[in-house]
């Protein structure tokens, strides 16, 4: 069993950043693909970002590419998701989540995080 535990988040300024981190517990992360998804009010979950456990590799959803970066520690025992060049349409619940290391990085996760809010003013 896969525990995910999300930290960071908050309230920033459109344009500012916010740095997020989620620390799986039980199996090491080195085994699992790991991403981020979003929810905002009255909308679907969606993909953020993803990293590959196997070789690193990223993918990024269009609407946050350029501006988000998602990377592990050295360690890999976190997975971290950089928030630049906030948007106040970046406001949303954030969810961590866990998979099996298949190639496509925005889907087959079975496990999640409670999810961290972040909030973007204009």
């Known amino acids: 069993q896969v525990q995910l535990v999300e930290s960071g988040g908050g309230l920033a300024q459109a344009g500012g950043s916010l740095r997020l981190s989620c620390a799986p517990s039980?199996?090491?992360?080195?085994?699992?693909?790991m991403a981020w998804f979003r929810q905002a009010p009255g909308k679907e979950r969606e993909f953020v970002a993803g990293i590959s456990s196997r070789d690193m590799d990223t993918d990024y959803a269009d609407s946050v590419k350029g501006r988000f970066t998602i990377s592990s520690d050295g360690a890999k025992s976190r997975v971290i998701l950089q928030l630049n060049s906030l948007k106040p349409e970046d406001t949303a619940v954030y969810y961590c989540?866990?998979?099996?290391?298949?190639?496509?990085?925005?889907?087959?996760?079975?496990?999640w995080g409670r999810g961290t809010q972040v909030t973007v003013s204009s």
């Open positions: 989540a866990a998979g099996n290391p298949i190639k496509d990085l925005r889907t087959g996760y079975s496990y």
């Open positions: 039980g199996r090491p992360f080195s085994i699992y693909n």
